[in-house]
T-cell receptor, first 109, second 113 residues
Framework: GQQVMQIPQYQHVQEGEDFTTYCNSS?????IQWYKQRPGGHPVFLIQ?????EVKKQKRLTFQFGEAKKNSSLHITATQTTDVGTYFC?????????FGTGTSLTVIP | EAQVTQNPRYLITVTGKKLTVTCSQN?????MSWYRQDPGLGLRQIYY???????DKGDVPEGYKVSRKEKRNFPLILESPSPNQTSLYFC????????????FGPGTRLTVL
């Protein structure tokens, strides 16, 4: 079946350092979405990318969608303690939705 | 306020005792789905529904049932729960097809002893 892997699974950074999580799908995705889940919370939508090679920015967050539409990345510049949580990529294939395995980010003050 | 509600939020039960987790949304969305979240596996789709009376299996449907009699409600039924169904469950909804942002409920933490 379809798989969406993310690396790393865990990342600890010092506050102010940068962070990147990578997402790889076994099949082409029509779009890629990113979600953030705070500890004890539910996933919350961050952004959607649709076009091959697309890059979008939200303040310190930069999202990329690969040319083949099978991979994506999320980069956070100068992390803050408010960035703590698990980041998931996700995308649809047909009518089903597939989530990545997630990257848990810890920010050390 | 746009909301997805789930009940109960926490449940401890025993093997074989039927249970239902309710999900309701007030956004008039067609698409609803159930996910389970397990460490290291991310969220996996259990069942989804494109509209009233239309439901389909996701990646991990074994041991679960759903129904969609009304647009706003999408209950998840475990007829004979087993310990391997101990997990964190989320209901989610999106407008139209699967291409849009999904809104998640607060989650139900289920423990099956």
């Amino acid at each position: 079946g379809q798989q969406v892997m993310q690396i790393p699974q865990y990342q600890h950074v010092q506050e102010g350092e940068d962070f990147t999580t990578y997402c790889n799908s076994s099949t082409t995705l029509s779009n890629i979405q990113w979600y953030k889940q705070r500890p004890g919370g539910h996933p919350v939508f961050l952004i959607q990318l649709v076009k091959s090679g697309e890059v979008k920015k939200q303040k310190r967050l930069t999202f990329q969608f690969g040319e083949a539409k099978k991979n994506s990345s999320l980069h956070i510049t100068a992390t803050q303690t408010t960035d703590v949580g698990t980041y998931f990529c996700a995308g649809p294939t047909g009518n089903q939705f597939y989530f990545g395995t997630g990257t848990s980010l810890t920010v050390i003050p | 306020e746009a909301q997805v509600t789930q009940n109960p939020r926490y449940l401890i039960t025993v093997t074989g005792k039927k249970l239902t987790v309710t999900c309701s949304q007030n956004m008039n969305h067609e698409y609803m789905s159930w996910y389970r979240q397990d460490p290291g596996l991310g969220l996996r789709q259990i069942y989804y529904s494109m509209n009233v009376e239309v439901t389909d299996k996701g990646d991990v449907p074994e041991g679960y049932k759903v129904s969609r009699k009304e647009k706003r409600n999408f209950p998840l039924i475990l007829e004979s729960p087993s310990p391997n169904q101990t997990s964190l469950y989320f209901c989610a909804t999106t407008s139209g097809r699967t291409y849009n942002e999904q809104f998640f409920g607060p989650g139900t933490r289920l423990t099956v002893l």
